[in-house]
């Protein structure tokens, strides 16, 4: 835990635009027709004013949100530990106790927005009053503090410790219950600017943003930017917007598609395999099986990127296909996949392998394209790069999405594919449901060669790989 | 989205899923029971992102130590480990093949470790630098092979990279802050993404052209998180001002928020279900939202955490849904 506190300073402020939320719900708590009705507390024998319960904040949050007990509970624990609210018994932690243990607001001086970052001088200040006032008796993590701030602000301990002493004077002044709450008011601040090793620390952030302007990549302002920039607008203007009542009915119609699909929403059978340990539903749904499941057989009628996205999909459509004698428009567009999401060095290779095997007069697996599209990608080969086939892809997909597959589903292939295809029983609730079933491992795919081997190299390294040891990069 | 209201447009409601439209259409969702099925222990410091092996079941996780994880999730076994010569490791995120994985972050680059189980290999020895921005990488992921990596940086832009050779393919540039995130699109003719980042912008690009096609600015703080909604028709996305706000492509504007007044930190982390109809939030004060996307209503509320909720990812097959916090561990629900 460094002296230091959390990093960046003012810029963090930005990074927790919940701090100043919560301020608002704390100035409703504090409302004095809507908020929490407070009352005297008692702490043994001093009466502490304007004071509250645990049980009082919980009931307040649970009635203003409309939210569950836990939430509230959850809510309020978060708030005391930001330390808006903090606790007058057992003030050393920021916990919110939903009882009839007594809380107070915080001075909005000592909010987190307000006095933020916490600087050395003020925590030294702070210590230093303990370390009087308890004469050397500081807690441990308080005590190596106060040792580190002696250390590295020793030219300015005089006044430290001069400080000190006239805070402590002024308080003497103040009635006892006053002394109470500023000593807690000021703890709070600390323990949540200061927390101790093994607390939380709330204040955290992860790494700056908006901070390295000079890392930035600047924009540059010029003549091809604005160009751009009129571009987009153009564009956006001319941009046809849909309906929003075609919008909704796009969802309905998704959501009752999809629905019955979607394990977390109906459940899947046999069985959820995180929920009961049994992977059955993984082995009936792996990539290459030889009997597909209904849903599964189902859903590549949903449209057609289903049924290619789906290798299983993907090898019926090739069966028909070929039956229709348009193989090759699915082999062109796999070619066209390879290319697009392919390595750099092998465009070229890739491009010209393309035109031999489909474009090329005369080619073997010569796929329909107009001949506008033909003769540009034909022209685009020239020089090729990876998007050099958009144009020809995009033609044998709509192909292949107009023409072939409606073809495919109501061919005689799909009308078998799903009436074979099964429906798993759901897994019979065990008999001894404390027994946990053993949760087996399986092969990892970075054990799999490429297809061909694979089955034959999956049963051999079938074993759970033994946990590999940490290596250092 | 629309760069400035049109008056015609002046009247149209805000939210597109107009209560009296949604209720009566869409079934009312049932009793809603997600519980934590496996924590995941290893990490000795804030998990910071994870990422789903295709597998369903595998999955990589970094934290703020520099160590990067391969887990066995359902067996909870640790089958990789990495230590990162930085430390944050904001992004990582699982080659499509299963067969190698990328991670980044304060050393400003994106790297990609082939998985090896070979005893005699040290992982980190085949080691590929692949991008190199000039801050932090927040976000990576590739594309649909283990060639191409999409990478987003503090540094303000995104960029496409070949793995192999390490160049640059395209750059994107058009945020005026930090981008924190992106996803690419599942439409079929692949070829989009969005970001979002700290201008409060989320900008949805072409991956050929390096042009942004549509942005959308509505929310109050930095988006944190993108996600597209399962049609590709639609995204989602989480910000520091404890909204998640969904944004429609055709219709080209913002169609509903998700917000309670009870909430009030950052939402971190966003992701749908299989079938688009719930949105599960990881938040900075520990807890899991689900959202009912159509009606707009949270649906249940997830505890378990014990400090922020720093990523979110729903499994490939939708059976689960995995988060991972600064509390060090990453849990799986379902």
């Not at chain 1, 009082?56 to 569950?68: F, N, P, R, T």
């Not at chain 1, 302007?213 to 564009?235: F, G, P, S, W």
């Not at chain 2, 597209?228 to 639609?234: C, I, L, N, V």
Request: with cysteine; glycine share 6%.
């Amino acid at each position: 835990m460094t002296i230091g506190g959390p990093r960046g300073g003012g810029q963090s402020r930005l990074q927790m635009p919940c701090l100043g939320k919560m301020e608002r719900m704390i100035v409703s708590m504090q409302d004095p027709d809507m908020g929490i009705k407070m009352r005297n507390q008692r702490l043994l024998i001093t009466v502490i004013p304007h004071a509250m319960t645990g049980n009082d904040i919980v009931e307040w949050l649970i009635q203003k949100y409309g939210i569950s007990e836990e939430e509230s509970l959850h809510l309020g624990n978060l708030i005391v530990r930001h330390g808006y609210i903090y606790p007058l018994r057992d003030p050393r932690s920021l916990v919110l106790r939903a009882d009839e243990s007594p809380y107070r607001f915080q001075t909005p001086y000592f909010w987190t927005s307000t006095k933020w970052p916490a600087t050395e001088l003020d925590y030294a200040i702070y210590l230093a009053k303990k370390n009087i006032r308890k004469q050397g008796d500081l807690i441990e993590h308080e005590k190596d503090n106060y040792n580190l701030l002696h250390k590295r602000i020793n030219h300015t301990w005089d006044f430290v410790v001069m400080q000190a002493r006239e805070q402590l004077r002024a308080a003497k002044q103040r009635r006892k219950g006053d002394r109470i709450v500023i000593d807690c008011q000021e703890q709070a601040y600390w323990l949540v600017n200061r927390p101790p090793p093994g607390a939380p620390n709330v204040l955290e952030q992860g790494p700056e943003r908006r901070n390295c302007h000079t890392t930035r990549v600047q924009l540059a302002k010029n003549m091809d930017y604005y160009k751009r920039e009129i571009e987009y607008c153009r564009k956006a203007m001319a941009r046809t917007r849909v309906k929003s009542s075609i919008c909704l009915e796009g969802y309905l119609k998704f959501n009752e598609q999809y629905v019955p699909h979607d394990p977390i929403m109906s459940g899947c059978l046999p069985s959820n395999p995180w929920i009961t340990d049994d992977t059955t539903y993984w082995a009936m749904n792996a990539p290459t099986v030889t009997t597909p499941t209904k849903l599964r057989v189902e859903r590549w009628g949903f449209n057609f990127s289903e049924l290619l996205m789906d290798p299983l999909g993907r090898a019926q459509l090739l069966e028909f296909l070929k039956k229709e004698f348009s193989a090759e428009n699915l082999s062109f567009w796999e070619a066209c996949e390879e290319l697009r999401y392919g390595e750099q060095s092998r465009i070229n290779e890739i491009v010209d392998s393309i035109y031999q095997q489909f474009l090329a007069p005369g080619a073997t697996r010569w796929v329909n394209i107009d001949s506008k599209t033909m003769e540009r990608t034909l022209e685009g080969i020239k020089t090729p790069h990876r998007y050099v086939m958009d144009d020809a892809q995009m033609h044998i997909y709509m192909l292949m999405k107009k023409d072939s597959y409606p073809r495919f589903l109501k061919s005689e292939l799909y009308r078998n594919l799903l009436a074979e295809a099964v429906i798993p029983p759901e897994t019979k609730k065990r008999v001894f449901p404390f027994m946990r079933k053993q949760r087996h491992s399986s092969p990892s795919p970075a054990l799999l060669l490429p297809a061909g081997d694979t089955e034959a190299k999956g049963e051999e390294k079938s074993r759970s790989p033994a946990a590999v040891p940490e290596e250092e990069s | 989205g629309i760069p400035w209201p049109p008056a015609e447009m002046a009247w149209q409601e805000v939210s597109l899923f107009a209560v009296h439209q949604v209720a009566e259409r869409v079934e009312a969702l049932g009793q809603f029971v997600m519980k934590t099925r496996r924590t995941l222990k290893g990490h000795g410091n804030k998990v910071l992102c994870m990422d789903w092996c295709k597998d369903k079941r595998r999955i990589v996780s970094s934290s703020q130590d520099g160590k990067v994880i391969v887990w066995d999730s359902f067996t909870t076994n640790k089958e990789h480990a990495v230590t990162m010569p930085c430390t944050w490791v904001m992004a990582c995120a699982y080659a499509p093949s299963g067969c190698a994985i990328a991670c980044g972050g304060l050393d400003n680059k994106c790297s990609v470790y082939p998985l090896t189980f070979d005893k005699n290999e040290n992982m980190a020895a085949k080691k590929k630098s692949v991008a190199m921005h000039t801050n932090y990488l927040s976000a990576c992921s590739f594309t649909n092979s283990d060639m191409q990596i999409l990478t987003a940086s503090g540094d303000g832009t995104c960029a496409l990279w070949d793995v192999e050779s390490g160049q640059l393919l395209q750059s994107f540039h058009g945020h005026g802050a930090d981008v924190l995130c992106l996803d690419l699109a599942p439409s079929e003719t692949g070829n989009t993404f969005v970001s979002g980042g700290c201008d409060k912008k989320a900008m949805v690009w072409d991956m050929r052209s390096g042009q942004c096609i549509q942005s959308f600015e509505t929310h109050d703080s930095d988006i944190n998180s993108v996600r597209y909604y399962p049609s590709g028709d639609a995204f989602a996305s989480g910000s520091d001002d404890a909204t998640c706000r969904l944004y429609d492509l055709r219709a080209d504007r913002e169609v509903a928020i998700y917000s309670k007044e009870s909430i009030i930190f950052g939402a971190s982390s966003v992701d749908f279900s299989l079938s688009g109809r719930l949105l599960f939030a990881g938040y900075n004060d520990y807890t899991i939202n689900v959202w009912d996307v159509l009606k707009g209503s949270r649906v249940s509320i997830l505890f378990g955490h014990e400090n922020r909720v720093s990523t979110l990812r729903v499994s490939p097959d939708g059976t689960a849904f995995c988060s991972g916090s600064w509390d060090h561990t990453l849990r799986i629900w379902a």
